[in-house]
C-alpha cells in the first residue's frame, strides 16, 4: 500500500543522512537550574523538540505558552523537548529571571558555542527544530502561522507547523513540509 511504501522511503532516507555524516552532537549543556544534560537522553525518546528563543523577542516570548501545550500534549508520547538560549550575549542571570517569568515547562539550555544551532542550521528566533534520536534533522521553522510574515499577524494561529511535523514523525510517515519560514530576530553566530 501507500503507506507502507511511504514508511520504506522514510527509512531510506534516514539510513542515506546517516551515510552521508548525519550524527548525534556531542554535548554536556547546563540549563536555568544547573541541570546537565547531554544526548544520551534522546535514547529511546521518538523525537526531540529544540525551541530557540532568547529573552528579550516579543515573538519568542508569545511563543512560550504554545510551546508549553505542546510540550504537555506530546512529552508522553516520546518527545523531548528543550529550549535553547541562542541569544549568546544575555546574561545567564537575566535568562534564569526569564524562564521563571515565563513559566517554561521544559530545561532552557545554555549553549555558548551554539552545538544546538549548528547542528539543526536553525538562523532565527523563534524556530524550532525537530530531531532523531540519532540526530537527524525533520524538521526546521516556524511553531504555528500566527506570524505569517513581518507585518502579517493573526489573533491566533491556524496553522501549527511544529505539531503537524509530530505527528508526522509519531505516525512514521515523512514531514510534509520539513522546512517552514520562521519570522523573527536573526541568531547572532558565537565566534
Known amino acids: 500500500t501507500q503507506g507502507v511504501m511511504l514508511r520504506v522511503l522514510l527509512a531510506g532516507v ?6 552521508f555524516g548525519a550524527e ?9 537550574r544547573n541541570v546537565v544534560h547531554s544526548p544520551e537522553e534522546w535514547n529511546g525518546k521518538k523525537a526531540i523538540v529544540v525551541f530557540f528563543t532568547t529573552t528579550d523577542c516579543p515573538l519568542s516570548n508569545n511563543d512560550v505558552p504554545e510551546m508549553n501545550r505542546t510540550q504537555r500534549d506530546y512529552e508522553a508520547r516520546g518527545v523531548a523537548f528543550y529550549a535553547v538560549q541562542a541569544d549568546t550575549t544575555i546574561a545567564d542571570a537575566d535568562v534564569v ?13 545554555f549553549d555558548p558555542h551554539q552545538v544546538l544551532v549548528k547542528t539543526t542550521g536553525a538562523t532565527t528566533i523563534p524556530s524550532a527544530a525537530v530531531l532523531t534520536p540519532d540526530g537527524t ?4 521553522g516556524r511553531i504555528d502561522n500566527r506570524v505569517e510574515d513581518f507585518n502579517i499577524r493573526r489573533p491566533e494561529p491556524t496553522k501549527f507547523d511544529l505539531r503537524e511535523a509530530l505527528d508526522a ?6 514531514v510534509a513540509h520539513p522546512r517552514t519560514e520562521a519570522f523573527g530576530c536573526a541568531i547572532n553566530r558565537a565566534n
Open 169 to 174: 514523525v509519531l505516525e512514521g510517515k515523512p
Open 24 to 32: 548525534r552532537p556531542h554535548f554536556a549543556l547546563r540549563d536555568t
Open 97 to 109: 529571571r526569564h524562564t521563571k517569568d515565563y513559566q517554561f515547562s521544559f530545561p532552557v539550555l
Open 137 to 140: 534533522l525533520l524538521y526546521l
Open 14 to 19: 534516514m539510513l542515506c543522512a546517516a551515510a
